[in-house]
């Protein structure tokens, strides 16, 4: 699904890689019950609000329609 987003969306490569390497820390966070750590939290909402704020952008130039 995060692949999708360079299709959909238009986001870049690098936020995809982002995203997509929280999603392996994830995945293995939840086999191993590790704790988060801080910085990887902070790191996550940031990448987190940028693709909000990008795919706002993209309805409100693509589907304005969808955010009435």
């Not at 995060?2 to 986001?11: E, M, R, Y």
């Not at 490569?13 to 820390?25: E, P």
């Not at 609000?49 to 409100?60: F, G, S």
Request: with cysteine; charged share 25%; glycine share 4%.
């Amino acid at each position: 699904m995060i692949q999708s987003l360079v299709h959909s969306v238009g986001l870049d490569n690098d936020q995809i890689l982002l995203l997509d390497t929280f999603r392996v820390k994830r995945n293995a966070i939840d086999y191993t019950g590790e704790h988060v750590d801080a910085v990887s939290v902070e790191s996550c909402i940031g990448v987190a609000d940028n693709l909000l704020q990008h795919l706002r952008k993209w309805l409100a130039e693509n589907r304005a329609d969808l955010l009435q």
